[in-house]
């Protein structure tokens, strides 16, 4: 596969559900990040990694929990989420030194 | 005010004509500069970038950039109803990797 790609494509869940999602990206780039998409609202950041380390961190409830295991991989470990978490949960990666960011086709995510 | 603005729309133009696609933003220490489309239901999708003031251009695309202005613009030439899209403008603060997006504005091109 080419590109940054995202499993699952979907997901419904409860609200004492834990779930992760995937990202894995084919580009060779070295940084990597989440954002998340609400219905009228602009992109949020949610997290960013550089070189496998967290440098950025906007904010986000600790139920987000992020992992970065290598450059090429990313997860978003979700766990008791609230109804208002419902959204479009992107995945992106750049080449540090230009920051041209290309986005995953993203997680379609319900909670219940 | 918001870090990076941008006119909602819906802009709509008919086919054939140009599509002025407008952004500001707040922090004048702003290096890069980045327009997206996204289709309904779609990720974004990275068409120009522009790091230098004036213009750049990419087939139909031309990005403007003035940052004495802090203002940064997407020209559509000969408009195509599958330009029909939000587009999205997104910018990089000084000492930042992520990028700050606006809204989007949503183009509409009358076939």
């Known amino acids: 596969e080419t590109g940054v790609t995202q499993t699952p494509r979907h997901l419904v869940m409860g609200m004492t559900n834990k779930k992760s999602l995937k990202c894995e990206q084919h580009?060779?780039?070295?940084?990597m990040y989440w954002y998340k998409q609400s219905a009228k609202k602009p992109l949020e950041l949610m997290f960013v990694?550089?070189?496998?380390?967290?440098?950025e961190n906007n904010s986000v409830p600790s139920r987000f929990s992020p992992e970065c295991p290598n450059s090429s991989h990313l997860f978003l470990h979700l766990h008791t989420l609230q109804p208002e978490d419902s959204a479009l949960y992107l995945c992106a990666s750049s080449q540090d030194r230009t920051n041209e960011q290309f986005f995953g086709p993203g997680t379609r995510l319900t909670v219940l | 005010q918001k870090e990076v603005e941008q006119n909602s729309g819906p802009l709509s133009v008919p086919e054939g004509a140009i599509a002025s696609l407008n952004c500001t933003y707040s922090d004048r220490g702003s290096q890069s500069f980045f327009w997206y489309r996204q289709y309904s239901g779609k990720s974004p999708e990275l068409i120009m970038f522009i790091y230098s003031n004036g213009d750049k251009e990419d087939g139909r695309f031309t990005a403007q950039l003035n940052k004495a202005s802090q203002y940064v613009s997407l020209l559509i030439r000969d408009s195509q109803p599958s330009d029909s899209a939000t587009y999205l403008c997104a910018v990089r603060g000084p000492g930042r990797r992520a990028l700050t997006f606006g809204s989007g504005t949503r183009l509409q091109v009358q076939p």
């Open positions: 580009l060779g780039h070295n940084a």
């Open positions: 990694y550089s070189l496998e380390e967290r440098v």
